[in-house]
């Protein structure tokens, strides 16, 4: 019995121990996820980004029905395909270059979620799509509603036939010249505003 009781206090002191050594591992390294610029995130430490990952996005705001979507969630909606997409930065160099990605519009979830207009003229809204770092990309309704762009503006969630690393889903807009500034992933929310 003496025998157990002491393996059984062994057992939970090494458990505490490889504890503690993993959290100071974890705080004391850093992941650069990007840098900092007008096209890209800022650097976060390995704590941080592991408080970032998100497992559903916000749709929030002006909205009839404010959503919470998951991956498992935008899989049920109308999924769409988008073949040899590129991120380009500012300065024209491909910083990312995806064969092929899976995706939903985000017209189809703003219209899921629909925009408090007080009739068809009541078009003054725009669209931030905010990062867990605070990064935003804005599209306005026009862009959205009466623009090719609401065609080519996605929440993807896969990316070369595997899942997004970075947060798990992202948007992006592939009518852009440059598609980096507009590229935002650790996608937090979607939030619809009123001009003022």
């Known amino acids: 019995m003496k025998t157990q ?3 059984l206090i062994l057992l939970i002191a090494i458990t505490c121990s490889m504890c503690n050594t993993s959290k100071k591992e974890e705080t004391t390294s850093t992941e650069k996820i990007s840098q900092t610029n007008n096209d890209k ?3 976060l430490s390995s704590a941080d980004s592991l408080k970032m990952v998100n497992h559903h996005i916000e749709v929030k705001g002006e909205i009839e029905f ?3 979507l998951t991956v498992d969630s935008l899989k049920k909606m109308k999924i769409v395909t988008i073949d040899n997409f590129k991120v380009v930065c500012q300065s024209g160099e491909v910083k990312k270059d995806d064969k092929i990605c ?3 519009l985000l017209k189809d979830i703003l219209e899921k979620a629909k925009i408090k207009q007080n009739g068809h003229k009541d078009r003054n809204f725009y669209i931030v799509a905010r990062a867990s770092d605070d990064y935003k990309a ?3 309704w026009a862009e959205i509603f009466n623009n090719p762009n609401g065609e080519n503006t996605y929440i993807l969630f896969e990316e070369n ?3 997004i690393k ?3 889903m992202i948007l992006i807009c592939k009518n852009d010249i440059k598609t980096g500034p507009r590229h935002v992933y650790w996608l937090k929310s979607i939030e ?3 001009v003022k």
């Open 161 to 163: 036939g595997k899942p």
């Open 102 to 104: 899976k995706g939903v």
């Open 192 to 194: 619809v505003y009123k």
């Open 138 to 140: 804005t599209f306005s």
């Open 166 to 168: 970075n947060g798990e």
């Open 41 to 43: 995130h800022q650097i």
């Open 5 to 7: 009781n002491y393996m």
């Open 66 to 68: 404010p959503l919470r």
